[in-house]
């Protein structure tokens, strides 16, 4: 069992661009087999940022029109 806290912000070296700041607190479990676990887990975050980098404008602004949908109809609940 783990807390996981993703925070994106802007970047303080690179203006324009966001960083990824991603907390993993291990609140119980195994300590190897936690670590084993969320390195694929890690990998995995990975690998979906890079194809949200090589997706175009339009392809990002549909994927941000689902999000706000989603949360407009979770505050309607």
Not at 23 to 45: M, T, V
Not at 68 to 73: K, N, P, Q
């Amino acid at each position: 069992m783990q807390q996981v806290v993703l925070r994106f912000c802007q970047s303080k070296e690179e203006p324009g661009f966001l960083e990824v700041n991603i907390l993993l607190e291990r609140q119980s479990g195994e300590s190897n087999a936690w670590r084993r676990i969320n390195k694929a887990f890690l990998h995995a975050i990975r690998r979906q940022l890079l194809v949200w980098r090589s997706l175009d404008l339009a392809a990002h602004e549909h994927y941000e029109k689902l999000l706000v949908d989603a949360l407009r109809e979770t505050e309607h609940r």
